[in-house]
């Protein structure tokens, strides 16, 4: 018995040595659990925030880009001596640099370590010419990690978005944010996307863009007249991109097609026609309104009539006023027109038989100031400044500053740019002796393709060459030259007693498209600036977007 009770102790002593072994197994296996779990946990926190901080550090680039595109940042990118336009067009980019100390960060390149190669998913062809901005000394950014930031203009490619729900995919009309929803009819304010690349010392990388409007405060018309707009030819379709208001009635031959709003301060009558080209589009009247009114969206036409429906833009009594309420008609300081004037009585330089003025590409852009006295040229002929012939070209990017007597007229027989290629130039016309305005500007030449701002103090008419019906008497045939080209971004004004806005060519390119930016951007106008103020200190965020490398 006692032998039984020691064997049974025997082999219970090693069942009970399994058992220990078998719990340090389970042990290390729960212990190299915790500890897996415990790196991955590791790892994923580390992963966590490298990701957090590659992210807040492509926004703080964003931030740095929204920031300076305000005219009035210290650093601002249309300030210091070597200021940078913001585009304004799909094929033109800009983009903000803040390379590590001793690292070249080129995103054209594509062999270069930071190269963008999202540009090419969304516009579908590499980088075109663009413009660097090299980092400011001294700047924030410096310390945060994010390598460029690019500015570019949203269009229905960039975003792959049919925004204006027509099956097509636009690549070159840039979008517009009128407060409520994206547009291409240039309604609002034109949308800026912003990509930022940011790139952290581990490798860690990541793209983030973001979509901001700019709010336009003050002006805000393609054409803006203090009293009637009219539009002779029958048959003739002009065509405005942007907001019209005139102070009187209006009167139509042929058709108006606008995609804002197209205001009178009395009547809009006549045989033609009004044609909205968009779904927010409308008709404002004062006064009856007995043309008819179409919207090629298929809305309904918006017509709004009665007294008091339009306010009349503010005429002011002197022609240096205090600052202007907003969406009154400017009048700048001629004062300060003049005191910005770089050549007087200028000579011009003949080429091949025209007097060329070449405004050049200065900074602050040059003024050309024709104070109309005819002088002798460097072509050995007598100009004219109330009558330019057809031989005088202008190039360059400024300010033509025509500063006649009081009620004299000015007519341009000249081209401004060719059929295809703009001229960058602001046309000013106000009395000298600081009076108030009434003589007229006449376009009678066979290219007007102006990019800039129209300012005349009196009556801006589209009208070439022409003959008279039969005797003389009646309304003018069709012009001798063909067909005449008014093309202008930018935007249009006439001020003052007796302003008209009048288009009497027989053509059917017409057509203005308003440009603020071309106004506060490309080639701001002297004495305009205060007026005219356009930034994106307001700016309204439509949405974000977050793409991984």
Request: proline share 8%.
């Amino acid at each position: 018995m006692k032998k039984q009770i020691q064997a049974r102790r025997l082999s219970e002593r090693g069942i009970a040595l399994l058992t220990v072994l078998m719990a340090l197994v389970m042990m290390s296996a729960l212990t190299v659990a915790i500890l897996l779990v415990a790196s991955q946990e590791s790892f994923m926190a580390g992963k966590h925030r490298n990701n957090a901080s590659v992210f807040y550090a492509a926004t703080a680039g964003l931030a740095e880009a929204r920031g300076r595109m305000l005219y009035f940042h210290p650093n601002a990118l249309t300030g210091g001596s070597a200021p940078v336009n913001l585009p304004y067009s799909a094929n033109e980019v800009v983009y903000l640099l803040n390379p590590a100390p001793g690292e070249v960060v080129d995103p054209v390149n594509l062999a270069n370590k930071y190269a963008d190669m999202e540009y090419m998913r969304e516009f579908g062809t590499t980088v075109p010419t663009v413009t660097k901005v090299p980092p400011v000394a001294g700047s924030v950014s410096a310390t945060i990690p994010f390598k460029w930031v690019r500015i570019t203009v949203k269009t229905e490619q960039s975003a792959n978005t049919d925004i204006n729900g027509d099956g097509v995919i636009d690549a070159t009309t840039p979008v517009f944010y009128d407060g409520k929803r994206q547009n291409l009819a240039f309604n609002g304010d034109m949308v800026y996307r912003l990509t930022g690349l940011a790139v952290l010392p581990n490798g860690a990388n990541r793209i983030v863009q973001t979509d901001v409007a700019g709010q336009l405060k003050g002006f805000d018309y393609a054409l803006a007249v203090d009293g009637t707009c009219e539009m002779e030819p029958m048959g003739v379709t002009a065509t405005v991109m942007g907001n019209v208001q005139c102070n009187s009635h209006i009167s139509l031959q042929g058709t108006m097609a606008v995609s804002g709003t197209f205001a009178s301060g009395g009547q809009i009558t006549g045989p033609g026609a009004v044609s909205l080209t968009s779904a927010a589009g409308q008709v404002q009247a004062n006064g009856p309104v007995t043309v008819g009114v179409t919207n090629t969206t298929g809305a309904p036409p918006s017509v709004t009539t009665g007294s008091g429906t339009v306010t009349p833009m503010v005429s002011p009594a002197t022609p240096t006023p205090a600052p202007l309420p907003l969406n009154t008609m400017p009048n700048p300081s001629a004062t300060a027109l003049i005191a910005a004037v770089t050549q007087t009585n200028p000579v011009g330089t003949c080429v091949g038989g025209n007097l060329v003025f070449d405004l050049g590409n200065a900074i602050p852009k040059q003024v050309f100031e024709f104070n109309g006295t005819p002088y002798m040229t460097a072509c050995g002929t007598i100009l004219d400044p109330t009558n330019f012939p057809a031989n005088v070209v202008f190039s360059g990017t400024g300010t033509i500053w025509l500063s006649n007597s009081p009620g004299q007229d000015t007519k341009f027989n000249n081209n401004f740019g060719t059929p295809t290629t703009p001229v960058n130039l602001n046309i000013i016309v106000r009395p000298r002796d600081n009076t108030v305005g009434t003589g007229e500007v006449e376009f009678a030449g066979g290219v007007n393709n102006i990019r800039g701002l129209i300012y005349v103090q009196g009556e801006i008419e589209t009208e070439p060459a022409k003959v008279k019906a039969a005797g003389g008497i009646g309304h003018p045939t069709c012009p001798k030259i063909a067909s005449q080209q008014f093309t202008l971004s930018g935007a249009m004004m006439a001020y003052g007693p007796n302003a008209e806005f009048e288009i009497s060519s027989c053509s059917t390119n017409v057509g203005i498209t308003y440009n603020p930016l071309q106004l506060l951007r490309g080639n701001p106008p002297p004495g305009f600036g205060g007026l005219l103020v356009f930034g994106i200190g307001n700016s309204v965020v439509l949405n974000w977007r977050d793409i991984v490398l």
